[in-house]
């Protein structure tokens, strides 16, 4: 199976949590919406701390909860590891202490990862002898996370585990994050309403708004649905390409990156030549040329595509959504009036011009 299958109701005062998902236990499944939408919600009925009166989950090939049939595992039968926005270490005890205290949380039959796979894993060794109080917020997340992972959890839950963190510890921390499900393979649900963090981690996503599932599929999937400008505010809309980088112009400042035998190029990235890279092309940086595009042009990334679908746009009411094809998909916001003065449709080739901002 493979998969999480979760299906829970709550009736709050003015607000009914209503959600039905289902995703696949593999690398990093995002879990985005705005405050208050209900995705700390989803994650506490998923690790057992809430329990939603009507609900059902099976993770992989167990049931969790089916109240239909009396079934509730507690929290820990479910085997998950929980990082929360604070760190919640044990503030009398070292930073060892801390992450031995993670292991007697498994029992010795279940333990499949080690201390010093995780130490090395997260560089936690200098932090050893250390107390809580000594260690900075990145730090603290760190042995947060490394405490978690000692448990041998099946799945790791992580709520908003950078929002108390200024933007250099984020920068520092997310990388840690990224090597989790590629040298552990444990599936990670990451809840944030930060869309930067979940462009840099997430394979997959469900977007949650107002309580119930708006979209769910893969990440690039999601984000190139016409209808995306009605679930998430209009500078969040934009395709995600993955790219690998080509090479280096350190004499411009630029990194050409290459996807689908098309090339863009970006702002020099700190990234050796062959490493992957996602990038994100907002619709609204996005214009269109019918025709053959000038010979001389200041712009520099510009990319055959097919137009594939067409749509108003939800959030804007002089503007149409161009759904393209450049070897993956590609959205573009334009206006009505262009819109028809181009006479655009679906199966025509355009060019796109725009400009590219890089997420590592």
Known sequence: ???????????????RFDVACTVPLDGTIAVFGSSGSGK???????????????????????VWQDDAHGIFLPVEQRHVGVVFQEARLFSHLTVT??????MKRSHLSRRRIAFDQVSELLELEPLFQRGVSHLSGGEQQRVA?????????????????????????KKEIIPFIQRLTRELSIPVLYVSHDLNEILQLADHMVLIKEGRVAATGPIQEVFA??????????????????????EHEPQFG?????????????????????????????SRDVSLVVG?????????????????????SPSDQYAVE????VGCPLLAMITRKSFHHLRLRPGQKVYAHFKAVALS
């Open 97 to 102: 202490q801390n992450l031995k205290y993670g």
């Open 225 to 246: 649905r016409l209808d995306l400008p009605g679930l998430v505010e209009s500078n969040m809309v934009g395709a995600i390409l993955e790219t690998r980088i080509a």
């Open 254 to 282: 630029l990194t050409r990156v290459e996807f689908w035998g098309q090339s863009l190029f970006l702002p020099q990235q700190a990234l050796p030549p062959g490493a992957p890279l996602r990038v994100q092309i907002l």
């Open 322 to 325: 161009v759904k393209l094809d």
């Open 1 to 15: 199976m493979n998969r999480l299958d979760a299906r829970f109701h709550i009736d709050y005062p003015g607000f």
């Open 145 to 169: 996370i490394g405490r978690a992972l000692l448990t041998s959890p099946q799945l790791l839950l992580m709520d908003e585990p950078l929002a108390s963190l200024d933007q250099q510890r």
């Open 292 to 312: 053959a595009p000038p010979a001389t042009s200041s712009v520099l990334n510009t990319l055959e595509a097919t137009i594939v679908e067409v749509s108003e």
């Open 40 to 62: 700390t919600t989803l994650l506490r009925c998923i690790a057992g701390l809430t329990r939603a009166p009507s609900g059902f989950l099976q993770f992989d090939e167990a």
